[in-house]
């Protein structure tokens, strides 16, 4: 089994950095047939801004560029999506939200037909989000903070495209430090596939 875990932050000394590895270390310690790789959208420069071009892909008249071709085939060779991302402003940051926006097309993720219906191509991807809190607990549920971040992000994007959203996470730090949080990264990593390799040996 094959995962693509893609994660978005400048500073390769981040816990972001920390918590995406620890979760690629679950993956193999499950499992040593087990593979991944690593989309680190900073470090590769990948470009998130939505320009003509991709409009032009999504009313279908042009292919997607080389960059966006690339990262759908990624997803393509993936049995599971892990995304790993600090909050900023109550969302992910900009770069991931500029990959979503511009790899999760129209005709590629979802499509409509000529009634309007929507055809969801995604169904087969069960997609993990571990993100990191920076604000506590009592502010995230006085004000519903990760009650709008679930109906924005697994349901707006994710299930529109029909991918299941198979772990929400959002970590915040535990007692002193984030070593417990570093394990329970590393336990999602260790379970990534675990019910799908118990479907195929029913």
């Given at each position: 089994m094959h995962a693509l875990i893609v994660f978005a932050h400048p500073d390769r000394a981040s816990l972001t950095h920390a918590l995406a590895a620890r979760i690629a270390a679950g993956i193999v310690e499950a499992d040593r047939t087990n593979t991944f790789e690593i989309a680190d959208l900073s470090a590769e420069g990948f470009d998130p801004r939505f320009t003509a071009a991709d409009i032009s892909v999504h009313m279908e008249v042009a292919t997607p560029?080389?960059?966006?071709?690339?990262?759908?085939?990624?997803?393509?060779?993936?049995?599971?999506?892990?995304?790993?991302?600090?909050?900023?402003?109550?969302?992910?940051?900009?770069?991931?939200?500029?990959?979503?926006?511009?790899?999760?097309a129209n005709g590629w993720a979802y499509a409509e037909t000529s009634?309007?219906?929507?055809?969801?191509?995604?169904?087969?991807?069960?997609?993990?989000?571990?993100?990191?809190?920076?604000?506590?607990?009592?502010?995230?549920?006085?004000?519903?903070?990760?009650?709008?971040?679930?109906?924005?992000i697994d349901h707006g994007i994710f299930n529109y495209c029909g991918a299941p959203v198979a772990t929400s996470e959002l970590l915040m730090p535990s007692g002193a430090t984030w070593d417990a949080q570093l394990e329970r990264v590393q336990a999602i990593g260790r379970s990534l596939f675990g019910a799908a390799k118990a479907a195929d040996a029913a």
């Open positions: 560029p080389a960059d966006v071709a690339r990262e759908q085939a990624r997803i393509d060779r993936a049995d599971a999506l892990v995304l790993v991302y600090p909050v900023y402003w109550w969302s992910m940051p900009g770069v991931l939200k500029g990959w979503i926006d511009r790899v999760f009634d309007g219906k929507l055809i969801k191509r995604l169904g087969h991807l069960p997609v993990h989000l571990v993100a990191l809190a920076g604000a506590d607990a009592r502010t995230y549920a006085r004000h519903g903070y990760f009650g709008a971040m679930k109906t924005q």
